[in-house]
């Protein structure tokens, strides 16, 4: 492995797991769809400050063919995943969904084998995958939550993240086949732009934006689930694959559930099972073989 991609890989995972608990955080003072909304539009404000202040390095981008394909990955690849994250966290701990998250990889490496010629799946990669997903299906055959006062998990839970992870994975595909051109500054921004415009629109007529009952830490909270989750992560981790490669960007999906575990249990007061570590290290080790 490179070495000097260590700090941005840990850095990367740092945010995206940290993100997951202050995203649990958030929710005690901010109604869930609210919640999701408004991470979207704090973080796409801060994609427009750096177009409105660095326009030498990143011009707004004017292509229709670009806004076409953005539209699509923004609406599929964002706005869905991100509501359905939030959604989902109301049914199980963040330490749980990190960890079900991290089975990423292994539907996109499935998927990219019957969509993408030049990515064939090996033996070695199909063993990855069916480790990878056998761990996700521990995990909800034993109704694993992660939480201290619910004791079996809800289906809706599961349910809300399968549907992240065949979001994330189409979107995967269809950029690798579409848009490999796309500065990844431009891929990132436009996303929460187009995130932006579908969900905020829904929160006002669905739910409202209720602040009254939101204290500072909850502000606090919403900043960085925003900012470093929906903004500093997302560059990190384009920035990873762009210097290192694809291959030391995924390593993010070893430290994403240990950071979001630790996290929960020690500002959540979330608790992790032998049945959860279990289940961990198997995906985990199914994502060693699949990124190798």
């Not at 289906?155 to 579409?178: D, E, H, Q």
């Not at 829904?202 to 900012?227: E, K």
């Amino acid at each position: 492995m490179n070495f000097q991609a260590l700090p941005y890989i840990l850095l990367t995972g740092a945010a995206f797991g940290t993100n997951l608990v202050a995203l649990r955080f958030a929710m005690d003072q901010f109604e869930p769809f609210a919640l999701a909304g408004l991470r979207l539009a704090v973080a796409s404000a801060a994609f427009l400050l750096v177009y409105l202040l660095d326009r030498r390095h990143h011009p707004w981008p004017t292509d229709p063919k670009l806004w076409r394909h953005v539209f699509l990955v923004g609406t599929v690849g964002t706005a869905i995943p991100q509501v359905a994250t939030v959604l989902s966290l109301q049914y199980q701990s963040s330490g749980i969904t990190a960890i079900l998250v991290a089975t990423g990889p292994a539907m996109t490496v499935l998927a990219a084998h019957f969509a993408l010629a030049d990515e064939r799946l090996s033996w070695r990669k199909a063993l990855g995958v069916t480790a990878a997903l056998g761990g996700a299906l521990l995990l909800a055959l034993r109704g694993e939550t992660g939480l201290p006062d619910v004791t079996e998990a809800q289906p809706i839970g599961y349910a809300l993240l399968f549907l992240v992870l065949i979001c994330v994975t189409f979107v995967t595909i269809y950029v690798r086949k579409y848009m490999r051109g796309v500065k990844a500054f431009d891929l990132v921004s436009l996303q929460m732009f187009v995130a932006t415009l579908w969900v905020m629109p829904m929160v006002f007529v669905l739910t409202g934006v209720d602040l009254q009952g939101v204290s500072g830490p909850g502000y606090l909270a919403l900043a960085f689930t925003s900012l470093v989750g929906n903004f500093v992560a997302f560059l990190l981790y384009f920035y990873s694959v762009q210097r290192f490669g694809a291959t030391a960007a995924a390593m993010t999906n070893y430290i994403i559930p240990v950071a979001a575990l630790l996290g929960g249990v020690l500002i959540l007061n979330e608790t992790i099972t032998a049945g959860m570590m279990a289940g961990m290290g198997i995906i985990i080790f199914g994502i060693s073989l699949v990124s190798s």
